[in-house]
């Protein structure tokens, strides 16, 4: 299991690695929210998502005989970049795999950081071309979340967000697999034990919200929300640390997210992911847990083709 001191040994193994991500303020945003908010805005870390973090840190500490890769991976997302970023960095040859259709932004930042890129049809044959890769290149797969060392590595987020702001009374970030808010809870609760941890979450893919109420992994079935890099179920590392960790859940509606990604774009002059959106939310419609207090915001990416993203808040 992961601990406090693992994600500061992280930490130190990340410096001057990963960029150390401002935290932004709104007046704006406080009035609209009733609360005074902080925004650890790690849509300008590299690759443009805190997935470098975790990915960076789980091939930096991979056992001897795998260092030399090549690593594997599924992702269609910011994991697939920041693994193909780390394994540039560290010399290592990197086989992502992909489910159509590719994002053409996507596929030129990963064409960018010399991946090689296997593209499948569905997430069945993209199982099965993983499992393939592992066999024939004898690869090394880095999971997305559900590992402890890119839970590690995500949760260095929370350490530079305590040290810029020692004083919070609770933080938001989305969920999807849960790694980032693993890490979250992790070194929140580690520093802070009486910090509020709270994880957003699209009503299109409330799966993470069951999961933790059950005690059990509910399968994502047909997710249906914009905020794509929360479309995957909770993993059996990430489940126990939320449930002993999380405050609560914080549904989000499609329209809300929407809005908050129209919000960060004209009041805060931010762009920002509807993943990361899901996590603006709550404060935007004033939740009565959140009034009055210093709320911490997980800004968690902001990589999204401008055309569709003028499109969608238009």
């Known amino acids: 299991m992961t601990t406090l001191t693992d994600i500061q040994n992280a930490a130190e193994i990340l410096h001057g690695v990963v960029h150390v991500t401002p935290v932004l303020t709104s007046r704006t945003l406080n009035q609209t929210a009733g609360a005074t908010v902080f925004l650890k805005c790690e849509n ?178 047909a997710p249906h929300t914009i905020a794509e890099g929360l479309r995957t179920s909770l993993g059996d590392v990430t489940l126990p640390i939320l449930r002993n960790h999380l405050a609560g859940f914080f549904p989000v509606e499609e329209k809300e997210i929407v809005e908050a990604m129209r919000f960060a774009f004209e009041r805060l002059k931010i762009v920002v992911e509807p993943s990361s959106a899901v996590a603006l939310a709550p404060l935007l419609r004033r939740e009565e847990a959140l009034i009055g207090k210093r709320v911490g915001v997980v800004i968690t990416g902001g990589n999204v083709d401008p055309s569709s993203f003028f499109a969608t808040i238009s």
């Open 44 to 221: 300008f870390q590299r690759v443009g998502a805190f997935k470098f973090r975790g990915a960076y840190h789980a091939i930096a500490t991979l056992p001897p005989p795998q260092r030399a890769g090549p690593i594997v991976t599924i992702s269609s997302g910011n994991h697939a970049q920041g693994v193909a970023l780390a394994c540039q960095l560290r010399g290592l040859a990197a086989h992502i795999v992909m489910t159509k259709p590719i994002n053409p932004l996507k596929r030129q930042a990963l064409t960018g950081y010399h991946a090689t890129i296997h593209e499948v049809e569905d997430g069945e044959q993209a199982e099965r071309k993983l499992r393939g890769l592992q066999e024939q290149l004898n690869g090394v797969y880095i999971h997305a979340f559900n590992d402890p060392r890119v839970i590690a590595g995500q949760g260095t987020a929370m350490l530079e967000f305590l040290s810029a702001v020692p004083d919070l009374d609770a933080v938001l970030a989305p969920v999807g697999g849960g790694g980032l808010l693993s890490g979250t809870c992790i070194a929140g609760h580690g520093i802070s034990p009486s910090i509020e941890v709270y994880a957003c979450e699209p009503t299109g893919a409330l799966d993470a919200i069951h999961s933790v109420r059950e005690n059990r992994i509910v399968p994502m079935v």
